[in-house]
């Protein structure tokens, strides 16, 4: 075993100099390596930034265009203006409808306004808006009740060529699965809602307002039985129009 020889003290300040050195060396290495992580760091967060600040741009951008569209859709219009004059079964004198008479044949609705006749957007929304729309149940008030009229007629409307005939726009409903929403409450209030439009090429394209009145079974009266004869039975509904509007930019 070889003799323990001890360091000079030259010799140790040397040894500890050379470790320092090591050390420093180490330090500075990893000094860079976090400096290099923290440029990469601050650039991919520059980047986001940029990113969210376009998409913030681009979807601000978007908003701003859809609220405009939807400005324009809303105010690009063709309006069918009537006069608000009250019309019922038996002011117009309805018949029944050869192939259902639980239901009257399609008439034109009277006006001595002008402005009725426009160029409806087929496919388009479009509005009617009612004064009113009454209807109600006579058996109500018989005694006992329902024991002869159980049904209540309501109102349906359809816009279409103004030579349009009843069977003309039956075919028609019937061929495209077209729903028609009936209107009418025991009630004597305004409302709104959307009818179709009709187009038939065989007619000048002036259109007009066309509407029918159908019987359903009263629900409180409780019977199974069928909507009776249009004429006969359920009442006389009345309704009165202020306009159609047809909104061209709006499809449904």
């Not at 069918?80 to 009257?104: C, F, M, N, T």
Request: aromatic residues 10%.
């Amino acid at each position: 075993m070889a003799d323990y020889q001890p360091m000079t003290l030259e010799q140790r300040i040397a040894a500890l100099q050379a470790e320092n050195g090591k050390l420093i060396d180490s330090n500075n290495a990893l000094t860079q390596t976090v400096i290099g992580k923290m440029g990469e760091i601050n650039h991919a967060l520059s980047d986001a930034q940029q990113d969210i600040s376009e998409a913030i741009t681009l979807a601000g951008s978007k908003t701003d265009q859809a609220i405009l569209n939807f400005a324009d859709s809303h105010s690009d219009l063709k309006v069918s203006y009537y006069d608000q004059v009250a019309h019922s079964k038996a002011s117009l004198g309805v018949v029944a409808d050869p192939e259902d008479e639980s239901r009257s044949e399609w008439v034109l609705v009277p006006t001595t306004s002008l402005g009725y006749h426009i160029y409806p957007t087929v496919g388009a929304l479009t509005k009617i808006h009612l004064v009113h729309g009454y209807s109600y149940s006579p058996g109500y008030s018989e005694a006992p009740q329902y024991e002869r009229d159980w049904s209540v007629t309501y109102m349906q409307f359809v816009f279409a060529n103004s030579a349009a005939t009843s069977a003309e726009i039956n075919e028609q409903l019937n061929a495209n699965s077209v729903s028609v929403r009936s209107f009418g409450g025991w009630w004597n209030g305004a409302s709104t809602g959307s009818i179709p439009v009709l187009r038939f090429s065989q007619h000048h394209p002036y259109s007009r307002l066309f509407v029918r009145f159908i019987n359903r079974t009263y629900a409180p009266a409780a019977t199974s039985e069928p909507p009776q004869n249009i004429v006969e039975f359920g009442g006389n509904a009345t309704f009165a129009v202020d306009r159609v509007i047809n909104y061209p930019r709006i499809e449904v």
